[in-house]
T-cell receptor
């Protein structure tokens, strides 16, 4: 069966520091991968998605970037964090070329001080 | 993707069926209805999805009206652990990726 892993679960970072969140998927090949953010009390907002290695699409302009160095690895990064980057970050995957649902990881709660 | 409308909150007694409605009156012919739920501080959990036929799995049933303008998620025997925010999402099929647009959802509270 397929599983998705995100780490760390929680992170506290100072303003201006760099960020790297990692997501990996097991048990499938060529998945579509997604990064979402959920601000406190708000719905989920899609940040990035990827349909293959090195292929990244951005949904909203922001202080973050994403990379997909391997088929089942998705990384969310920032060079200098802002206070507004605080939130709950979720990685998700779905099968390639299908209407099957997305499945989410447990998320990373990021607090910027 | 079509917009959905859900009640802000609902209550249900433990052991009873929870019926969560969703309106998607502008749904297109190739758009699917997906249901997710999110328990506090966890990632969304997929529940069920359908195109036009009613669907059932081990978690819930999905009833879609014949005109497809609304649907109902049914949790047949609600438990306290079903307390969560439930999201109804409409998304077009046939795309190589699937952006999910989450609204505010319905806060379901199951009471003892």
């Amino acid at each position: 069966s397929q599983t998705i892993h995100q780490w760390p679960a929680t992170l506290v970072q100072p303003v201006g520091s760099p960020l790297s969140l990692e997501c990996t998927v097991e048990g499938t090949s060529n998945p579509n991968l997604y990064w979402y953010r959920q601000a406190a009390g708000r719905g989920l907002q899609l940040l990035f998605y990827s349909v293959g290695i090195g292929q990244i699409s951005s949904e909203v302009p922001q202080n973050l970037s994403a990379s997909r160095p391997q088929d089942r690895q998705f990384i969310l990064s920032s060079k200098k964090l802002l206070l507004s980057d605080s939130g709950f970050y979720l990685c998700a995957w779905s099968p390639e070329y299908s209407n099957q649902p997305q499945h989410f990881g447990d998320g990373t709660r990021l607090s910027i001080l | 993707d079509a917009k959905t409308t859900q009640p802000t909150s609902m209550d249900c007694a433990e052991g009873r069926a929870a019926n969560l409605p969703c309106n998607h009156s502008t749904i297109s012919g190739n758009e699917y209805v997906y249901w997710y739920r999110q328990i506090h501080s966890q990632g969304p959990q997929y529940i069920i999805h359908g195109l036009k036929n009613n669907e059932t799995n081990e978690m819930a049933s999905l009833i879609i009206t014949e005109d497809r303008k609304s649907s109902t998620l049914i949790l047949p025997h609600a438990t306290l652990r079903d307390t969560a925010v439930y999201y109804c999402i409409v998304r077009a099929g046939g795309t190589s990726y699937g952006k999910l647009t989450f609204g505010q959802g319905t806060i379901l509270t199951v009471h003892p």
